[in-house]
């Protein structure tokens, strides 16, 4: 599976911006997909994920009513609608996708393909 991320940017703070994950090589249709971030001189960090139908979602609480992920499986996309963006939420952000059609899981370790990530920025 191959993932590309788009949509990131400079945005002043209160401000939106929705990220896109398109997938290639295999539908993800059996795939949980998360999004994390990482931040300058800090660990990547997962902020939200989806299990394989879109069905169950999960959200860090420092993006929790913020952020929502989200998926097409019929268009091979994940979306991430980031709403009220904040200085903090400054960070390279990258799609991920799992294997397995279980729990979300919230450990950068457990995810099996990533894309190159798309950088956010946003002004204070």
């Known amino acids: 599976v191959q993932l590309v991320e788009s949509g990131g940017g400079l945005v002043q703070a209160g401000g939106s911006l929705r990220l896109s994950c398109a997938a290639s090589?295999?539908?993800?249709?059996?795939?949980?997909v998360a999004w994390f971030r990482q931040a300058p001189g800090k660990e990547r960090e997962f902020a939200a994920g989806?299990?394989?139908?879109?069905?169950?979602?999960s959200h860090a609480d420092s993006v929790k009513g913020r952020f929502t992920i989200s998926r097409e499986n019929a268009k091979n996309m994940v979306y991430l609608q980031m709403n009220s963006l904040k200085a903090e939420d400054t960070a390279v952000y990258y799609c991920?996708?799992?294997?397995?059609?279980?729990?979300?899981?919230?450990?950068?370790?457990?995810?099996?393909?990533w894309g190159q990530g798309t950088q956010v920025t946003v002004s204070s």
């Open positions: 991920a996708a799992r294997r397995s059609p279980l729990r979300i899981a919230t450990m950068s370790s457990e995810y099996d393909y």
């Open positions: 090589g295999r539908t993800l249709d059996m795939y949980n």
């Open positions: 989806s299990s394989w139908s879109g069905g169950r979602t």
